[in-house]
DNA sequence: CGGGAGATTGACTGATCTCAACCCGGGTGG
DNA sequence: CCACCCGGGTTGAGATCAGTCAATCTCCCG
């Protein structure tokens, strides 16, 4: 996805989110005119769990964790978004706190756009708005969905699905291995453990020929069989 | 909440709603005209997961959970819905499967409404849409802090906050008796545990003086304590 | 070369699950 | 009318999974 500068090439970023696709030329304009771009450094925080959100954020590039704070401090990721997707949905249309955190893995490059733009825009566009009602309709469920892991799930299982996860969100390179250094403390709080039971169950899928580590890279060998245990255990009868 | 067997009834109902509060009075009565009225015994089933929804039903009287099925056959309750909520939403929306299964835990009196009469209304009445928005949205929130809850809190502390639920969904007597039979099986699935662990918890509640059981029967004694039982850990340093 | 952060490993602990036994009350069939 | 059965409910013992704590290792950096 090209940066996007003046409004023509700020008008084709968005048009690359599905988000947007019931969005008329006269909308899509508007809309344009009022995004504000930036770009963010490696682990910076878009915004933080407590605070006010007044902007959607449409990711052009880039990868974020959406962080809620637990018990005694622990964190727990609960989502990863990249390229296409957008954040700070929920806060902003309630107009309520924020519930999570949301920091960058990578640099970001986004667009802002604020709570009464999009709203204008919702009240002339009723397919728009059905289209966010899907959306968040959607979230829903990925979120109901990701209970049952968290509750059910034994760490093996929730390891290998995170690995998963990490591929489908950071991509891997020719060999498999994948594109990010996440320290095992990051996934330890998107699996919902600690760091250690995390080492333990990647030296196990390393003696099990799963994967192969080297320092913080992760290369995936049996992608097949990790996406077979993170399910295992749910559709076991 | 009386009965709703005419229009006139129905909208009357049906005006209780918070969700419905920014319909015109011409939507109203088209509404209702369109509401079909269902009484349901105890244990009954609305829907079941993986099955087609086409309705939204909102609640006039009676208590259902909503239960997802999760590893091994295990069961998980992410939600109890009462008198004056509405359900079926999200699955009704998406035009997805259902992605729970939704059973009376009482007798119930409920209004089912089709999908499309529910559209026609969103096209014509854009605040209405965003008030389902903000609906969806409410319930994302719910959930999400649900997930934290039930990955990080404690039996003892998740089983005081479903005393606290139950409490909240079915009522107490003049003796805070909750006013529900529930089986301990039931509790478990909603704490997210097995029977065993839940009568152990109930008994040591019992010799904290918390509680008294009696059979079935559940009287809180110290509400206010099982409450901050409930939040304890998240909200420690 | 020293310092520090993250990674790794081992030993231990504790929470929770599993399994099995037993109890109790209600309903049923003889 | 009563013995029986069955489905919860309850309890205990033991196993297991995962968390804590502490020691060590390995980089990377100044």
Do not use: W
Not at 7 to 15: E, V
Not at 70 to 91: D, M, P, Q, T
Not at 176 to 186: A, C, G, Q, W
């Amino acid at each position: 996805m090209r940066v996007a500068y003046n409004k023509k090439d700020m008008n084709q970023s968005l048009r690359e989110f599905e988000f947007l696709k019931d969005l008329t030329n006269e909308e899509m304009d508007y809309l344009s005119e009022n995004v504000i771009y930036r770009e963010l450094d490696n682990k910076s925080v878009l915004y933080r769990e407590g605070c006010k959100v007044d902007s959607l954020i449409f990711i052009f590039d880039g990868i974020v964790k959406q962080v809620k704070c637990g018990s005694k401090g622990k964190e727990l990721v609960i989502r990863f978004a990249k390229a296409g997707e957008i954040i700070g949905f929920r806060s902003m249309m309630t107009d309520e706190l924020a519930c999570t955190t949301t920091e960058t893995m990578s640099p970001l490059r986004a667009g802002f756009i604020k709570r009464d733009c999009l709203l204008e825009i919702i009240h002339s566009n009723t397919s728009f708005a059905l289209n966010i009602i899907r959306q968040a309709c959607l979230e829903l469920e990925e979120t109901q969905k990701f209970i049952v892991n968290v509750a059910q799930k034994q760490i093996r299982e929730r390891v290998a699905e995170v690995l998963i996860q990490l591929k489908n969100v950071f991509g891997v390179d020719e060999d498999n291995v994948l594109k990010t250094s996440i320290t095992r403390k990051e996934i330890a709080s998107a699996v919902g453990t600690v760091p250690e039971s995390v080492i333990r169950m990647l030296s196990e899928f390393r003696d099990d020929k799963l994967i192969e580590l080297n320092g913080k890279k992760i290369k995936l060998l049996d992608i097949p069989r990790l996406t077979r245990m993170s399910y295992s255990s749910v559709y076991a009868i």
